[in-house]
């Protein structure tokens, strides 16, 4: 099983709130990304990281920030939450090299009043 | 830039049948991965199969195995004897070159019927 971690797992939260949606892992993988998913929808790449110090934004463009200081940790922030925030954020790592496959972290679901 | 297609939006199979679901994809490389992930109903991604491009042998796992037609671009998964607890959104991914990113289809929803 893979030992990537999100939280919090739910949140509820009022429009304008600063947030940050945790993820680690513990496999030492120098890769991790951010998705967000709707319901039953497609994975949008919002964020990626190849290691320590390195973070680009992925293919959805996204009002949240990423920090790599740390090759376990790469929590995501939302300075100012809106209702339009509002979906399901997951964690991935990975090895490095194309055979590796993403492991997951179980999802933060989030919702935005 | 590599694309995934999965042109079946919802399937569905009686418990105990076989369902195959389709996968296309688009890519100039010539070494690559391609894999299946289940996402079960809130509950969490985890890979179900993956398939090295040089290799010709199709990948089997238990109930689940693919038919990759490499030429054709295509990478389709088969379960065999459906199982309740195979309900779940299925996405093809596919991973190639110098690209870290894993590149994903849209998914298809499988409803497994009793």
Known sequence: EADIYQTPRYLVIGTGKKITLECSQTMGHDKMYWYQQDPGMELHLIHYSYGVNSTEKGDLSSESTVSRIRTEHFPLTLESARPSHTSQYLCASRRAGTNYEQYFGPGTRLTVT | ?114
Do not use: H
């Open chain 2, 1 to 114: 830039a590599q694309t995934v297609t999965q042109s079946q939006p919802e399937m569905s199979v009686q418990e105990a049948e076989t369902v195959t679901l389709s996968c296309t994809y688009d890519t100039s490389e010539s070494d690559y991965y391609l894999f299946w992930y289940k996402q079960p109903p809130s509950r969490q991604m985890i890979l179900v199969i993956r398939q090295e491009a040089y290799k010709q042998q199709n990948a089997t796992e238990n109930r689940f195995s693919v038919n990759f037609q490499k030429a054709a671009k295509s990478f389709s998964l088969k379960i065999s004897d459906s199982q309740l607890g195979d309900a779940a959104m299925y996405f093809c991914a596919y991973s190639g070159g110098s690209n870290y990113k894993l590149t994903f289809g849209k998914g298809t929803l499988l409803t497994v019927n009793p």
